[in-house]
Structure formats: C-alpha cells, structure tokens
C-alpha cells in the first residue's frame, strides 16, 4: 500500500545542520519529493529524486535516499531562520500521476 | 510570469452554498491536481487529471466536482454536500519529467 510517515517536529540552533527524515512504503519505482511549506502559503518544490539514485545534492541542500530501509532524508546545511517551515515528502510512483504526501515535519530553527 | 494562480485567496460560504475555486496554469503541464490541507495536517487528494476531458477521484472526493475543459485550467466546485469544507485549498500541476508544482492556496471558511 501507499503510505508516507515523517516525524512531526524539529528543533535546531541557527547555523546548525538540520536533518528531516521519511518513510515510504511502495517498492515500485518511484520520485520523492521534498517541499517547503511557509505560513498560509503553498508549497514549494525543493528537489526530488528518482529511486535509482543514492544522492542529490543542491547548494545547502542534501538528499539521501536508502532504498533497502525505504527511508529518504533532506539534509540542510548551516540552517537559518528563514527555514522555519513545514517541510513535506512526497511519493510518486513512475506510473502514476498520484502524489502522496507525509504528514509534514515543522522545523523550527533556534536563533 | 508562470506558474500557477489561484483565485480567490479568501472565500466564505454560506451554508447550503455551492462555492468554486478557480485553478489556472500557464506551464503547458498536462497533469493538474486538487489537493485540501486541514490545520496542522498533511494533503489529502481531492482529485486529479492527467488530460484534458479526464479526471479521476482521489481520497476524498465526496462532495467535490472538477471539470477540465482546457489544459491550462482546473476548477473545484465545493457542493453543499461537502459537510465540513473549511479548509486550505492547493492546487497543484505537472509534466512528464515528473514535476510538480503548487499554487499558492485557497481559503474556504463557512458562515
């Protein structure tokens, strides 16, 4: 079945690493999302990954993707305040235009 | 510009009200969704399209109907049905290399 899991809450000093992790459940071949959601606001699309890579790197942001655990994280690097959000994985699977969403994470960065 | 525009960002229904929210993309994307965000919850698929003249149900469709008569736009009727409709809206599109994209949101509160 289709089901995402993400834990609900983070706390991390400014300038710290911050570390958002997720769970996935479909074996299909399959993209995974991450979005940033800031109050009464859309969301915004981060990056993503198809499910043959490793890795994903883009500026502060860092992407692992562990295929054997089905667990995806977003690594940010030296958080700032302006990264206090709700942050979203999402699953969708290559044959499919359905996206499936986690419950979200709220990071809260510390100044 | 592109992107996605939604309309109107606040909107209050009256009890026994149809209401519609208005979706309009200029991406050319052929893949168009409906989501509803609830406080501090995750999205939960109303409906979505992948082609004109075509939509399918998502999770929660009761008491909501679409219609895609052109590419670039996906309305949401919230019929009278919907019981409890005040919620966050987000309307989302996409393309075959797999990205999606979200408007900035809808609010549907009843009077």
């Known amino acids: 079945g289709e089901d995402v899991e993400q834990s609900l809450f983070l706390s991390v000093r400014e300038g710290d690493s911050s570390v958002i992790n997720c769970t996935y459940t479909?074996?299909?071949?399959?993209?995974l999302y991450w979005y940033k959601q800031e109050p009464g606001a859309g969301l915004q699309l981060l990056t993503y990954?198809?499910?043959?890579?490793d890795m994903k790197q883009d500026q502060r942001l860092t992407v692992l993707l562990n295929k054997k655990d089905k667990h995806l994280s977003l690594r940010i690097a030296d958080t700032q305040t302006g990264d206090s959000a709700i942050y979203f994985c999402a699953e969708k699977m290559d044959s499919s235009y359905k996206l499936i969403f986690g419950s979200g994470t709220r990071l809260l960065v510390r100044p | 510009d592109g992107g996605i525009t939604q309309s109107p960002k606040y909107l209050f229904r009256k009890e026994g009200q149809n209401v519609t929210l208005s979706c309009e993309q200029n991406?050319?994307?052929?893949?168009m969704y409906w989501y509803r965000q609830d406080p501090g919850q995750g999205l939960r698929l109303i409906y979505y399209s992948q082609i004109v003249n075509d939509f399918q149900k998502g999770d929660i469709a009761e008491g909501y109907s679409v219609s895609r008569e052109k590419k670039e736009s996906f309305p949401l009727t919230v019929t009278s049905a919907q019981k409890n409709p005040t919620a966050f809206y987000l309307c989302?599109?996409?393309?075959?290399?797999?990205?999606?994209?979200f408007g900035e949101g809808s609010w549907l509160t009843v009077v």
């Open positions: 990954i198809f499910s043959n890579m």
């Open positions: 479909d074996s299909s071949s399959t993209y």
């Open positions: 989302a599109s996409g393309d075959f290399g797999n990205t999606i994209y």
């Open positions: 991406l050319n994307h052929d893949a």
